[in-house]
Each structure stands twice: as C-alpha cells, then as structure tokens.
C-alpha cells in the first residue's frame, strides 16, 4: 500500500539542529526476501568521532521490508538506552521508515502502527534524536548484516557462499578455450594441459 502523505498530528520528537558532544550514530537497514519473506536487519553504531562501536543483526522470519526497517531502528534505540549515551543520529535508507518517524507520513499498516508505538516509546527516552535519509550506496555496511543475517535464517553460511563462488570459478576455468593442431588424425595442444578424462567440444578454424 502507497503511504498517505497526509501530515500526522504531531511529530514524535523535536529535533536540536545541532546534537550534543557525545552522541552515537547508528546505520540501519531492514530487508525481505520476496517481501513478505525471510526478512533480517542490520546496524551499524559509531560513536560521534566515527569509531565503530557496535553492528547488531537478526534474522527475523518471514516478515515485510518494512517490519525489518522498523526493527533496525529499535535495536539502535534499545542500544542507545542501554549502553548510552543517550543520544542517537539514526540513518536508514528507508523513506518510508523515516518519513513516518518525523510525522510526515501516518502509519496505516496495524503491524507498523505498533512498532511505530514502540520506536516513540524508546524515543521518548532519550535526551537527543534525530534521523535521516541516506541512499542505499551510503548505507552499504548496514546492508550487508542485514544480508548476512537472512542467509544465515535461510541455512547459507559464509562457508557455503565460499563454496559457490569456489565452483563458479572451476566451471569457469573448465570452459577455456586451447589452442590446439592436428597431427596423425590427433589433436595436440599448442599450449597448455588438460586433466585425463576432461570432455572437450572442437571447433574447427579454416
């Protein structure tokens, strides 16, 4: 369903332009695999000087894009409460998400609505907030932990896409072109070797 642009009441927080000397930044992204399919997210936190401090993912089921952008949010802000300080710059490459965060957008979906609920409840807990738009280039890292996490509810581990990606390059390899001459109703490579048992296909140049 396209969200209704109609203005919300009231916005869940007011934003200070400018945040507070100590505050974390947190790059978030929530995705589905057929939407609804195996849905994950992944968040990347960074304290205000760009150090890394956190990178949370979960795989969550079979859920919409939409339910895993919320659910990146809440992990940033529950990180935020917990671990302090209580001061988040959220980032998702969902507008939706952080259209309806701001009160631009109302909140329709009956599922949403209560996360929605939820993300004001923990916004309300903390001193500063503020969130934004970035494209998805800009939010690559938060993207690959939400990928990694779906691969991991689906049963791919990274030793499995090793394997794959291993296999791409033997068959690969395997459909080379050599060189190769006629001699005695035999053909002799130019250069190079191949296994014993390997099948070939001839084209023949004129």
Known sequence: MYPSRSVASKPL???????????????????ARG????????????????????ALSEYLGHQTNNFAEYQGLIAALEYAIEHGPKALKLISDSELLVRQIKGIYKVKNATLQDLH???????????????????REQNQEA??????????????????????????????????????????????????????????????KK
């Open 143 to 204: 993207d690959r932990l939400a990928n990694e996490a779906m691969d991991k509810g689906m049963g791919r581990s990274v030793a499995h896409v090793a394997a794959a990606a291993s296999a791409a390059r033997v068959s690969n390899q395997q459909q080379q072109e050599f060189e190769g001459i006629v001699r005695n109703g035999r053909v002799e490579l130019v250069s190079g070797t191949l296994p014993e048992g390997t099948r070939v296909q001839l084209r023949v």
């Open 35 to 54: 939407n609804p399919g195996p849905a994950g997210f992944g968040v990347v936190i960074k304290d205000e000087s760009g150090r890394k401090v956190a």
């Open 117 to 135: 609920g939820r993300a004001k409840e923990l916004i309300a807990q903390l001193e500063w907030f503020s969130i934004g738009h970035a494209f």
């Open 13 to 31: 927080f007011e934003s200070r332009e400018n945040p507070p000397e100590r505050y974390l930044i947190a790059h978030s992204d929530g995705g």
